[in-house]
């Protein structure tokens, strides 16, 4: 019930090894200078118990980032008010862009990735967060993933 990216937008296998740059599972350094974590936005499914994610990176300030980075490992960091950042996925199953839609990135207990609350437009992602996704539409988004190929991500 996910499908996650495995890099920002802005990242390219060429800059692994360069060394002000880093990619993990969970955080993203490119040229020393732009600073980014992986989140799950959360969709609601209706009529069910289910959420679908979308496992998405979001760019944060360096202080941000700093801060939760040293929070990382940290049990009570879920505490932690809201980091503002920008959505850095491209999901293409929207018909606008989701890239640089405004995010609140929720920190959750050590071992969860962070909750992304997108900012509450008239956006489609954002509309369905809100409002939650029929059945018919996870299958639609389930079939628009599995067609993308394994180059744009996988589930995970």
């Known amino acids: 019930m996910n499908y996650t990216a495995e890099a920002p937008a802005v990242w390219d296998p060429a800059l692994a090894d360069a060394d002000d740059c880093l990619l993990s599972t969970d955080q993203c350094v490119v040229h020393g200078q732009h ?59 929207y018909p606008a862009t989701t890239l640089n839609l405004k995010t609140h990135v929720h920190t959750r207990p050590v071992g969860e990735r962070p909750f992304v609350e997108l900012e509450p437009t008239e956006h489609p992602l954002a509309v369905e967060q809100r409002t939650g996704i029929s059945p018919e539409r996870l299958r639609e988004i389930a079939s628009a993933v599995l067609h993308a190929g394994e180059g744009e991500g996988g589930r995970g």
């Open 35 to 93: 600073y980014f974590v992986k989140g799950l936005i959360e969709i609601p499914v209706i009529g069910s118990d289910e959420v679908f994610s979308w496992g998405v990176w979001v760019s944060l300030s360096r202080e941000n980032f700093s801060r939760a980075s040293g929070l990382w490992d940290k049990p009570g960091r879920e505490a932690e008010k809201p980091y503002f950042g920008w959505l850095t996925t491209e999901l293409p199953m």
